[in-house]
């Protein structure tokens, strides 16, 4: 079977650990609960005729008291990389993110979950910056750990990317 | 005073008063008479002179000059002696100031300047002396509350408190003073105080024609009274004379005596300079003598605060009282102390599980108790030092029993529970949770009836079963498209299912309930609604059957297939949908 | 200390000791801990021939850094960083590896992390808990004191009117009961002023300032510096948007552009003003920043390559509740304006010549005294 490494990036408390449990478990809980070391999660998806058994890295959001290792990326398939659409530094962050990503791991396939998409009201990111995110060639997904909106979408996107 | 209006008034008095001439002419002695007669008589000169009387007497034009020349004594000779004078010129008067007043107002207001200012100020001063005392009153009371406001505002806004209380303790301070030529508006004086001058040159030269312009704008037309003109933080107030205005620039509240200062200054000015402020004609060196007037002016004041003379008598108090307070406290402390220590003590042994005093008694340094102990309680004597009192003084007598609020710690005793099971006990039952082996539970619920304060055993599986519930419930078992054939390589998830599934039924075992296992297929949503039913009932047959090999005999867990087509969560990925999920419930 | 007392000790302290052996197997030395079984039941079937493989993920990928570490007997030790399992109870455990050397034995140690791990993980949550309310506080303060300062510069703005119509009243000749009601207003208008400044006050002690501007020598913006900075921090977002931003390459470096304003708030405006000039401006095109001095003034110019303002917009582009078109122009340009003009200085937009926007800020020069 089919075993792909996928790394879950982005500033802290975006809701990375939320996604996970929300795709993997289908729960998901309203208290914010911050991720130390790694997690690392298992979920078959099916591909066409085939499962591709995702090895989920939650990794722990970068912030100033703790830098990701890129050590971790290493066999990574592909990543997520995750924005709090309420907060804008952690576009910011996700750009840097990415960059380093590459220059770590070289070309990978990902895709963006903008989070938090319950909350759309009280975003900070405009559809034109998104607009411009989708422009570079990403794929952009709308997503919701709380609702579960999108989720699903976005790994089996990611998935389907990697068979 | 050299006053035309003064003349004229004079002017009309003298034609008025003609007729007591008369009365003034000397009589002569009697033998001069005669001869002065003869002379009448006989001389041609003396009948011209005579004759020139005669008319100077009937012709106003010739008597005026000459009753002119003796009015002034005339009167002052007649005053003293009775008022009938006075009265009989008074209506005169008043009806030649009255016209005067209409022709030329300008001259009376220069006349009556002088005296009557210092008259209204009297009896306005004695009106705010009254009025001042109340504010005093009343500023004195607030002077907490606004005490503690300051003290608010100044952590808001960072600054110390200090600062606050000087910014709002400033009540005023008077900037600049200027005397301004009112017809011409041309500044004569101008004094600033030393702080301001410092301060910003600049605003004080553009501050002095904004107010030139100002005051050029109330005054200058001869009309406007005393007048005040607020700007940012700043008041103006203006105090005109007849021919010159004061204009201070205060910061803060100007206070009303400000004003009489004013009004005061400006009064004298006029008294002592009047004549050059008649005259002027643009040189302003003659008022250069007063400018220290000008300058009294400028000066600050700040509010008090509390008088410290009224603080002196209740500080000395609250000190005298709270020298007694202490002294009785640490009297009271010492004398006290023991009996709390040993009653907190008493205290906290009532409240320690298994240990039940019966007597005791404080003596002399000696303390005594006795009463029944649980082996497994603590030991009385090592709870003292927790209240400074020392074990070698306690005399204790303790009965063995088994207290029935530790029977928790003693079914951990016998019953050994494994890692991750946790013991409780309440009111006699014990209720165990946690992952624990069926031989150990069997064992354990044997085992509890015989432990001391414990009367029933209780599995508590609602935690175990709840978690196995989430990880059957977010499990999926995919499928070929069309097909009720699963994908390979899902061994591990069957694997994982039955491992739950197993355990499952043993816990529906030990509680003696019935679960239901569902078992629900799922559909993509291409195809027919016909056969997608068909095709979703016979993909959770299918996974019913294949589960269902591998556990031989469910006792108390049913298995049960059904389809829904429709009801699955309709994502982004079709392969995703063709699929079968499972779902626990609980029966009773 | 004999290596069987070093082991049981690690052991007390939940640390697991591995040796890596020459043909790359691995062998536990002493006993497996009760938690590396519970954890890894598979992996702990054999402690002879024990199977990393089969324990995590985590582990494995750990142990290609582990082997290239130990192949170069490095000193010290190489740790993998914590990582968390999932016992069969369903409690979560964290652990943490690390790969040494002693002497030639290549040892690979892992941690079962206890209560330091927990405090340190209740630590950052803490601290992360604490940076998102911050960073929430502060765009929330900002959002407020852009409001209120809007709403305390259009009450100070009445008042004034309401003041200076006052005293022109008052050099009108009134009838005695004229004056009488121009008293009443002019205390009922001090009453008010002194409401107001009270509400400013207790609200910000920034505020304060908003009547009466003052400039500290000490404080006195460099605006050039105000302009890199703001630049800086717009760098990631111009990348975005392909649009080059620059400070124009004329601009005099090497001089002072001191000007009268505030820095924070300076800099605001100077955000506001790129922050606009990004929006609009197409890929691959330019936004220009310059400074200028005219003896007097200090002009600070942006300039975009975008489709400009529309006619109809021109007139209210500084108003509060501007009609926006497709939101470009918002409340901040009525900030910028009073802001502005608060140090004495005017703002303003022209078209420029062939496309795009320039909008200019003329700052007073700052003398000292």
Same mark, same amino acid.
């Given at each position: 079977m089919l075993q792909k490494k996928i790394c879950m990036l982005g500033s802290f408390a975006v809701g990375k650990t939320s996604l996970v449990a929300r795709f993997v478990r289908s729960i998901y809980s309203e208290k914010y609960h911050t991720t130390v070391g790694v997690k690392i999660d298992k979920k078959q998806v099916p591909v066409e005729d085939k499962l591709v058994n995702l090895i989920l890295w939650d990794l722990y959001g970068e912030d100033e008291f703790q830098k990701v290792h890129m050590s971790y990326l290493r066999g990574a398939s592909g990543y997520l990389l995750v924005i709090d659409g309420t907060r804008r530094e952690t576009l910011d962050k996700a750009l840097v993110l990415q960059q380093r990503t590459e220059e770590a791991v070289g070309k990978l396939p990902f895709v963006v979950v903008m989070n938090k998409v319950d909350l759309k009201d009280s975003w900070e990111i405009d559809d034109r910056t998104i607009e411009e995110l989708v422009n570079k060639g990403w794929q952009v997904f709308h997503g919701s750990a709380k609702t579960g909106l999108g989720v699903e979408d976005a790994f089996t996107a990611l998935a389907r990317q990697l068979v | 005073m050299n006053d035309p209006s003064v003349h004229r008034v004079a002017d009309e008095v003298s034609v008025q008063s003609h007729s007591l001439n008369g009365a003034e002419i000397e009589t002569p002695p009697a033998s001069a008479q005669l001869r002065e007669l003869q002379k009448l008589l006989f001389d041609t000169d003396q009948q011209e002179r005579l004759e020139q009387l005669h008319t100077e007497w009937n012709d106003p034009e010739h008597l005026a000059p000459r009753v002119s020349q003796v009015l002034p004594d005339a009167i002052s000779q007649r005053s003293p002696e009775d008022h009938e004078l006075t009265e009989a010129m008074t209506p005169y008067v008043i009806e030649s100031i009255k016209i005067s007043a209409r022709r030329n107002p300008e001259h009376i207001s220069d006349a009556i300047f002088p005296i009557l200012g210092p008259a209204i100020r009297k009896a306005i001063a004695q009106a705010f002396n009254n009025l001042t005392i109340t504010i005093n009153q009343t500023l004195q009371h607030s002077f907490s509350v606004r005490g503690f406001k300051w003290r608010l505002e100044a952590m808001a806004s960072g600054k110390s408190f200090a600062e606050v209380v000087l910014y709002h303790s400033l009540v005023y301070r008077v900037e600049q003073v200027l005397l301004i030529h009112r017809p011409s508006g041309i500044l004569l004086l101008h004094a600033v105080a030393e702080a301001v001058k410092a301060q910003d040159p600049e605003l004080v030269s553009g501050m002095l024609t904004a107010i030139q312009d100002f005051i050029q704008d109330s005054f200058g037309t001869g009309e406007g009274n005393t007048s005040s003109f607020v700007s940012d933080e700043l008041t103006i107030l203006a105090e005109p004379g007849p021919r010159a205005v004061l204009a201070c620039v205060v910061r803060g509240n100007p206070p009303p005596e400000l004003r009489e200062e004013m009004q005061e200054t400006i009064e004298r000015i006029h008294q002592d300079r009047g004549e050059k402020l008649k005259m002027f004609e643009g040189d302003s060196t003659p008022f250069e003598v007063c400018r220290p007037l000008l300058e009294e002016h400028l000066k600050s004041r700040y509010q008090p605060f509390a008088d410290p003379e009224k603080q002196k008598a209740p500080k000395a108090m609250l000190a005298v009282l709270g020298v007694l307070l202490l002294a009785l406290g640490i009297w009271g402390f010492f004398s006290l102390r023991d009996r709390w220590r040993w009653n907190a003590y008493l205290e906290k042994l009532q409240t320690t599980p298994g240990i039940v005093v019966t007597e005791q008694d404080r003596g002399w340094r000696r303390y005594s108790l006795s009463g029944l102990r649980d082996? @497994?309680? @603590?030991?009385p004597a090592k709870l003292m030092p927790e209240f400074q009192l020392n074990p070698r003084q306690l005399d204790a007598r303790w009965k063995e029993y088994q207290a029935p609020e530790l029977a928790e710690e003693r079914a951990k005793k016998l019953l050994a529970p494994p890692a991750g099971v946790t013991l409780k006990v309440r009111d006699g039952i014990l209720s165990v949770a946690g992952l624990a082996s069926q031989q150990w539970i069997s064992e354990a619920k044997k085992l509890a009836p015989f432990i001391p304060g414990i009367s029933q055993f209780q599995w508590n599986d609602a935690d175990e079963i709840a978690r196995l519930r989430q990880e059957i419930e977010s499990q999926s078992v995919y499928y070929f498209l069309n097909e009720n054939k699963p994908l390979p390589g899902q061994e591990e998830t069957i694997e994982a299912l039955i491992k739950r599934l197993i355990r499952l039924d043993e816990i529906a075992q030990n509680s003696n309930r019935t679960i239901t296992f569902r078992i629900i297929g799922h559909t993509d949503s291409s195809g027919t609604k016909e056969k997608n039913q068909t095709l979703s009932r016979e993909r959770a047959q299918q996974a019913k059957s294949q589960l269902a090999s591998r556990v031989a005999q469910l006792k108390k867990v049913q298995l049960v297939a059904e389809g829904v087509p429709d009801q699955q969560p309709l994502v982004g990925n079709q392969e995703s949908n063709r699929r079968v999920t499972f779902r626990v419930e609980l029966g009773s | 200390m004999s290596e069987a007392l070093l082991t049981d000790l690690l052991a007390a302290l939940d640390v697991m000791v591995i040796e890596r052996l020459p043909d790359s197997s691995f062998t536990v030395v002493g006993n497996i801990p009760a938690w590396f079984t519970w954890l890894y039941t598979d992996a702990a079937a054999n402690p002879q021939q024990l199977r990393l493989d089969l324990t995590s993920p985590f582990l494995e990928n750990f142990l290609v850094d582990a082997e290239a570490f130990w192949n170069e007997s490095r000193p010290g030790q190489l740790k993998s960083g914590s990582w968390e399992e999932k016992g069969p109870s369903g409690k979560e455990d964290n652990l943490e590896a690390a790969a040494l050397c002693l002497g030639d034995r290549k040892i690979l140690l892992i941690e079962l992390l206890g209560i330091a791990h927990e405090e340190r993980r209740r630590l950052l949550q803490i601290a992360r808990e604490k940076a998102l309310l911050q960073s929430q506080l502060i765009k929330e303060t900002q959002k407020k004191e852009i409001l209120l300062h809007c709403i305390a510069h259009d009450l100070v703005g009445l008042l004034m009117g309401v003041r200076v119509s006052l005293s022109l009243l008052g050099s009108e000749s009134l009838s005695p009961t004229g004056k009488d009601y121009l008293t009443m207003g002019q205390r009922q208008y001090n009453q008010q002023e002194r409401l107001v400044n009270d509400i400013v006050q207790a609200f910000s002690a920034e505020m304060e300032s908003l009547g009466t501007f003052k400039l500290e020598a000490d404080k006195v913006p460099n605006l050039l510096s105000c302009t890199r900075q703001v630049i800086n921090e717009l760098t990631a977002m111009a990348s975005l948007h392909k649009v080059n931003l620059q400070l124009d390459p004329a601009t005099d470096c090497h001089r002072e552009w001191k000007v009268v304003g505030e820095r924070l708030r300076l800099q605001r405006v100077i955000l506001n003003l790129i922050e606009n000039a990004l929006r609009v401006g197409p890929p691959f095109s330019v936004v220009n920043v310059s400074l200028h001095d005219d003896g007097v003034n200090v002009i600070l110019t942006v300039e975009d390559e975008g489709a400009g303002v529309a006619a109809e917009l021109v007139g209210t582009l500084f108003q509060k509740f501007a009609p926006t078109k497709s939101g470009q122009y918002g409340f901040g340009l009525y900030f910028c304006r009073i802001m502005v003009e608060r140090w004495g200085g005017t703002i303003g937009y022209a078209p420029r010549p062939n496309r795009g926007s320039r909008f200019w800020v003329k700052l007073p020069k700052f003398i000292s005294p």
């Amino acid at each position: 079977m089919l075993q792909k490494k996928i790394c879950m990036l982005g500033s802290f408390a975006v809701g990375k650990t939320s996604l996970v449990a929300r795709f993997v478990r289908s729960i998901y809980s309203e208290k914010y609960h911050t991720t130390v070391g790694v997690k690392i999660d298992k979920k078959q998806v099916p591909v066409e005729d085939k499962l591709v058994n995702l090895i989920l890295w939650d990794l722990y959001g970068e912030d100033e008291f703790q830098k990701v290792h890129m050590s971790y990326l290493r066999g990574a398939s592909g990543y997520l990389l995750v924005i709090d659409g309420t907060r804008r530094e952690t576009l910011d962050k996700a750009l840097v993110l990415q960059q380093r990503t590459e220059e770590a791991v070289g070309k990978l396939p990902f895709v963006v979950v903008m989070n938090k998409v319950d909350l759309k009201d009280s975003w900070e990111i405009d559809d034109r910056t998104i607009e411009e995110l989708v422009n570079k060639g990403w794929q952009v997904f709308h997503g919701s750990a709380k609702t579960g909106l999108g989720v699903e979408d976005a790994f089996t996107a990611l998935a389907r990317q990697l068979v | 005073m050299n006053d035309p209006s003064v003349h004229r008034v004079a002017d009309e008095v003298s034609v008025q008063s003609h007729s007591l001439n008369g009365a003034e002419i000397e009589t002569p002695p009697a033998s001069a008479q005669l001869r002065e007669l003869q002379k009448l008589l006989f001389d041609t000169d003396q009948q011209e002179r005579l004759e020139q009387l005669h008319t100077e007497w009937n012709d106003p034009e010739h008597l005026a000059p000459r009753v002119s020349q003796v009015l002034p004594d005339a009167i002052s000779q007649r005053s003293p002696e009775d008022h009938e004078l006075t009265e009989a010129m008074t209506p005169y008067v008043i009806e030649s100031i009255k016209i005067s007043a209409r022709r030329n107002p300008e001259h009376i207001s220069d006349a009556i300047f002088p005296i009557l200012g210092p008259a209204i100020r009297k009896a306005i001063a004695q009106a705010f002396n009254n009025l001042t005392i109340t504010i005093n009153q009343t500023l004195q009371h607030s002077f907490s509350v606004r005490g503690f406001k300051w003290r608010l505002e100044a952590m808001a806004s960072g600054k110390s408190f200090a600062e606050v209380v000087l910014y709002h303790s400033l009540v005023y301070r008077v900037e600049q003073v200027l005397l301004i030529h009112r017809p011409s508006g041309i500044l004569l004086l101008h004094a600033v105080a030393e702080a301001v001058k410092a301060q910003d040159p600049e605003l004080v030269s553009g501050m002095l024609t904004a107010i030139q312009d100002f005051i050029q704008d109330s005054f200058g037309t001869g009309e406007g009274n005393t007048s005040s003109f607020v700007s940012d933080e700043l008041t103006i107030l203006a105090e005109p004379g007849p021919r010159a205005v004061l204009a201070c620039v205060v910061r803060g509240n100007p206070p009303p005596e400000l004003r009489e200062e004013m009004q005061e200054t400006i009064e004298r000015i006029h008294q002592d300079r009047g004549e050059k402020l008649k005259m002027f004609e643009g040189d302003s060196t003659p008022f250069e003598v007063c400018r220290p007037l000008l300058e009294e002016h400028l000066k600050s004041r700040y509010q008090p605060f509390a008088d410290p003379e009224k603080q002196k008598a209740p500080k000395a108090m609250l000190a005298v009282l709270g020298v007694l307070l202490l002294a009785l406290g640490i009297w009271g402390f010492f004398s006290l102390r023991d009996r709390w220590r040993w009653n907190a003590y008493l205290e906290k042994l009532q409240t320690t599980p298994g240990i039940v005093v019966t007597e005791q008694d404080r003596g002399w340094r000696r303390y005594s108790l006795s009463g029944l102990r649980d082996s @497994l309680a @603590l030991d009385p004597a090592k709870l003292m030092p927790e209240f400074q009192l020392n074990p070698r003084q306690l005399d204790a007598r303790w009965k063995e029993y088994q207290a029935p609020e530790l029977a928790e710690e003693r079914a951990k005793k016998l019953l050994a529970p494994p890692a991750g099971v946790t013991l409780k006990v309440r009111d006699g039952i014990l209720s165990v949770a946690g992952l624990a082996s069926q031989q150990w539970i069997s064992e354990a619920k044997k085992l509890a009836p015989f432990i001391p304060g414990i009367s029933q055993f209780q599995w508590n599986d609602a935690d175990e079963i709840a978690r196995l519930r989430q990880e059957i419930e977010s499990q999926s078992v995919y499928y070929f498209l069309n097909e009720n054939k699963p994908l390979p390589g899902q061994e591990e998830t069957i694997e994982a299912l039955i491992k739950r599934l197993i355990r499952l039924d043993e816990i529906a075992q030990n509680s003696n309930r019935t679960i239901t296992f569902r078992i629900i297929g799922h559909t993509d949503s291409s195809g027919t609604k016909e056969k997608n039913q068909t095709l979703s009932r016979e993909r959770a047959q299918q996974a019913k059957s294949q589960l269902a090999s591998r556990v031989a005999q469910l006792k108390k867990v049913q298995l049960v297939a059904e389809g829904v087509p429709d009801q699955q969560p309709l994502v982004g990925n079709q392969e995703s949908n063709r699929r079968v999920t499972f779902r626990v419930e609980l029966g009773s | 200390m004999s290596e069987a007392l070093l082991t049981d000790l690690l052991a007390a302290l939940d640390v697991m000791v591995i040796e890596r052996l020459p043909d790359s197997s691995f062998t536990v030395v002493g006993n497996i801990p009760a938690w590396f079984t519970w954890l890894y039941t598979d992996a702990a079937a054999n402690p002879q021939q024990l199977r990393l493989d089969l324990t995590s993920p985590f582990l494995e990928n750990f142990l290609v850094d582990a082997e290239a570490f130990w192949n170069e007997s490095r000193p010290g030790q190489l740790k993998s960083g914590s990582w968390e399992e999932k016992g069969p109870s369903g409690k979560e455990d964290n652990l943490e590896a690390a790969a040494l050397c002693l002497g030639d034995r290549k040892i690979l140690l892992i941690e079962l992390l206890g209560i330091a791990h927990e405090e340190r993980r209740r630590l950052l949550q803490i601290a992360r808990e604490k940076a998102l309310l911050q960073s929430q506080l502060i765009k929330e303060t900002q959002k407020k004191e852009i409001l209120l300062h809007c709403i305390a510069h259009d009450l100070v703005g009445l008042l004034m009117g309401v003041r200076v119509s006052l005293s022109l009243l008052g050099s009108e000749s009134l009838s005695p009961t004229g004056k009488d009601y121009l008293t009443m207003g002019q205390r009922q208008y001090n009453q008010q002023e002194r409401l107001v400044n009270d509400i400013v006050q207790a609200f910000s002690a920034e505020m304060e300032s908003l009547g009466t501007f003052k400039l500290e020598a000490d404080k006195v913006p460099n605006l050039l510096s105000c302009t890199r900075q703001v630049i800086n921090e717009l760098t990631a977002m111009a990348s975005l948007h392909k649009v080059n931003l620059q400070l124009d390459p004329a601009t005099d470096c090497h001089r002072e552009w001191k000007v009268v304003g505030e820095r924070l708030r300076l800099q605001r405006v100077i955000l506001n003003l790129i922050e606009n000039a990004l929006r609009v401006g197409p890929p691959f095109s330019v936004v220009n920043v310059s400074l200028h001095d005219d003896g007097v003034n200090v002009i600070l110019t942006v300039e975009d390559e975008g489709a400009g303002v529309a006619a109809e917009l021109v007139g209210t582009l500084f108003q509060k509740f501007a009609p926006t078109k497709s939101g470009q122009y918002g409340f901040g340009l009525y900030f910028c304006r009073i802001m502005v003009e608060r140090w004495g200085g005017t703002i303003g937009y022209a078209p420029r010549p062939n496309r795009g926007s320039r909008f200019w800020v003329k700052l007073p020069k700052f003398i000292s005294p």
